[in-house]
Nanobody, 119 residues
Framework: QVQLVESGGGLVQPGESLRLSCAAS????????MGWFRRAPGKEREFVAG????????YYEDSVKGRFTISRDSAKNTIYLQMDNLRPEDTAVYYC????????????WGQGTQVTVSS
C-alpha cells in the first residue's frame, strides 16, 4: 500500500523558515516523480514545486522561486520542502504527491500539513 505522510508544518512569522518533510512507503521510491502542492483558504489547490525521478531536477511555481527548495533523500524515502522568507500569502495546507512512471498525473497524495504565516 502506497503511503505519503507529511510533517513539519506550523505557525511562523513573516520572513521565517520552515522545512516540510514527506515520508514515502509502499513502493520503489526512486522510480516516482514527487511534488508539493498547496491549498489556501478559499482557493484551488496549486502546484508549488516538483522533482523528477532519476536525475532529481527541480522546478517551481513562480511565486516561490528563490525562496523554496525541494529535495529528495532516496536513502530515507523522503522528500523535503525548505521554505525560506515565508510570506502571509504562503499560508495554506501543503500536500506532497507522487507520480508513477506510467502516469501523466499525480497518483498518490498525503493528508496535508498546515503552514500559517502571520505576525
Amino acid at each position: 500500500q502506497v503511503q505519503l505522510v507529511e510533517s513539519g508544518g506550523g505557525l511562523v512569522q513573516p520572513g521565517e523558515s520552515l522545512r516540510l518533510s514527506c515520508a514515502a512507503s509502499g513502493w520503489i521510491f526512486s522510480r516516482y516523480a514527487m511534488g508539493w502542492f498547496r491549498r489556501a483558504p478559499g482557493k484551488e489547490r496549486e502546484f508549488v514545486a516538483g522533482i523528477t525521478r532519476g536525475d532529481g531536477m527541480s522546478y517551481y511555481e513562480d511565486s516561490v522561486k528563490g525562496r523554496f527548495t525541494i529535495s529528495r533523500d532516496s536513502a530515507k524515502n523522503t522528500i523535503y520542502l525548505q521554505m525560506d522568507n515565508l510570506r502571509p500569502e504562503d499560508t495554506a495546507v501543503y500536500y506532497c504527491a507522487a507520480r508513477s512512471p506510467s502516469s501523466t498525473a499525480y497518483d498518490y497524495w498525503g493528508q496535508g500539513t498546515q503552514v500559517t504565516v502571520s505576525s
